[in-house]
């Protein structure tokens, strides 16, 4: 989709600070940082929101990914928060499945 921001970072057409690839998977570092650790991580392939994923395979895929960028920025022992929101009323700003790893310091357990 040639207006969707992730699809343009997954092209390359936008610079991104990559965490982690591999074939199905991109993650990278969010710019609008809501904790110490803020990584995206997104599928390459395009999907609107986590209703619309319907490969097990890519979830799976996924579930991997979450483990290797909490192992890299080094939460995964500490512990951290993966979020994703789904359409209008659950904030979801970008029309691409992703997933927000946060972390690096002890989250608040109040959600506004």
Known sequence: ????????????????????ENDSIIAFEDISHMAPVHTLIVPKKHIANILELEDPELLEEITFAIRKVAEIKGVDKTGFRIITNTGDDGCQSVKHLHFHLLGGKKLSEKLD
């Open 1 to 20: 989709m040639n207006d969707c921001i992730f699809c343009r970072i997954i092209n390359r057409e936008i610079p991104s600070t990559i965490v982690y």
